[in-house]
């Protein structure tokens, strides 16, 4: 059986490889840091995310991954989401709606034993502005499967 850190070391150095190489050649792709607090398992949650081109109007492929430390439970997630963004005239501000799905590793200390399943969600959010012109957000997930936590709130930016 894996240690749980290992999986954890293999995790952090799959998300610093996607981050660092992420590609500058596509002007509308780009990438970013998010954490927040996750419910059922009650966990603080951290990884990386990519905003890549649009596939449609106004309608965005965000996949990511998170790490979960806490409730004596350690967690991965590869979300795949579809965001759409709404656009306001005349306003930074950007709210955005859509869904994903989840794979989500489970790694419970004591007896039980890791799992993995597959799950979906909903999520809405909102890009609010820029710091040293890096676009920031805030995202609400909410679990619709007993797979995935029952919600997710995080805050992000783009590197």
Request: overall charge negative; glycine content about 14%.
């Amino acid at each position: 059986m894996v240690s749980r850190w290992r999986v954890a070391t293999l995790a952090i150095l799959a998300a610093a490889l996607l981050l660092v190489t992420t590609g500058h050649a596509q002007a509308h792709t780009s990438a970013g840091l998010h954490g927040g607090f996750s419910s059922s398992p009650d966990q603080f949650v951290i990884g990386p995310h990519l905003n890549l081109s649009a596939v449609g109007e106004d309608l965005y492929v965000v996949p990511s991954g998170e790490i979960g430390f806490g409730d004596n439970v350690l967690t991965l997630a590869f979300n795949g989401d579809l965001q759409y963004r709404f656009v306001v005239h005349r306003s930074k501000v950007r709210p955005y709606a859509g869904g994903g799905m989840t794979m989500f590793f489970f790694d419970p200390d004591g007896p039980g034993g890791s799992s993995t399943n597959l799950g979906v969600n909903l999520l809405g959010g909102i890009f609010f502005g820029e710091m040293n012109r890096r676009p920031m957000f805030l995202d609400f997930k909410v679990g619709l499967t007993n797979e995935v936590p029952d919600w997710k709130l995080q805050f992000g930016f783009n590197l």
